[in-house]
């Protein structure tokens, strides 16, 4: 059984996992941050080493999401107190340990506390945390990234929808079933999003932005494309 601290270190050290950076080395002997744009997240091993590992990178960073919310925090914990006003004990913790595996997506102690910026992670996060909220939220990337082509305008427009369709399926629609911590997290989560995308944010200010050309499978800047 395993108390609050056991998971919030639990739910940081898998989201510490680098997939990116792994598959780079694994794969392709390069380190991925000295690579396209120097981060360590999905989009950018999608543009460097091509599509394989893109995906691949997306799905564990996904997981380390739905591992942290999902499986870590409903372990059986001892002693919780009985509530926090409205909100559940139970989605706090499971809350925290979400965030703690952002945490370390973002500053990952595997890979020298150089993270990426936590967007698939924290999607991974939402999902098992409100799956209808997040199907909206991923309706809403997925729009903005096909009219625009950029990931970054995508990822910050649905950093903003997952707390705005809380708000608008809790208070507008009722749905009861909505824990308000949701709201709270989610402001905060996009927040948290829109600070690290804050370079992102002056180029496409500028018009310097890089768009996605083209949506076919990419091989990649080192030209190995395949795993």
């Known amino acids: 059984m395993l108390s609050v ?8 050290l898998v989201g510490s996992i680098p997939g990116s950076v792994w598959f780079g080395k694994l794969f392709h002997g390069i380190d991925l941050r000295e690579h ?5 997240g999905a989009t950018n091993a999608f543009r460097v080493l091509g599509w ?6 997306t799905i564990i960073d996904l997981g380390k999401g739905l591992l942290a919310s999902g499986v ?8 919780l107190p009985s509530g926090l006003a409205v909100w559940h004990i139970e989605t706090v913790v499971r809350l925290v340990a979400g965030v703690a595996a952002v945490i ?25 945390l409100s799956p209808v909220t997040m ?18 305008l995508a ?11 809380i708000a608008i399926r809790r208070y507008v629609f009722g749905v009861d079933s909505i824990d308000p911590s949701l709201l709270f997290f989610g402001i905060l989560l996009a927040m948290t999003i829109i600070y690290a995308h804050r370079s992102n944010i002056q ?10 050309r083209s949506f076919r499978p990419a091989k990649g800047m080192t030209g190995r494309g395949e795993l």
Do not use: C, Q
């Not at 394989?52 to 990178?57: I, L």
């Not at 809403?140 to 990931?151: G, N, P, W």
């Not at 180029?203 to 996605?212: A, D, V």
């Open 52 to 57: 394989k590992a893109g995906v691949g990178a």
């Open 203 to 212: 180029r496409l200010r500028l018009g310097t932005e890089t768009r996605i």
């Open 155 to 165: 990822s910050l427009s649905a950093a903003v929808a997952f707390p705005s369709t």
């Open 5 to 12: 601290v056991a998971i919030v270190v639990l739910s940081y």
């Open 36 to 40: 396209g744009s120097g981060n360590a």
């Open 72 to 79: 870590i925090a409903t372990l059986r914990i001892d002693d």
């Open 104 to 128: 370390g997506h973002m500053y990952p102690v595997w890979a020298g506390f150089r993270g990426g910026k936590g967007v698939n992670t924290s999607a991974g996060v939402l999902f098992a």
């Open 135 to 152: 199907i909206i939220t991923l309706g809403v990337f997925a729009a903005v990234l096909f009219l625009s082509r950029y990931v970054s």
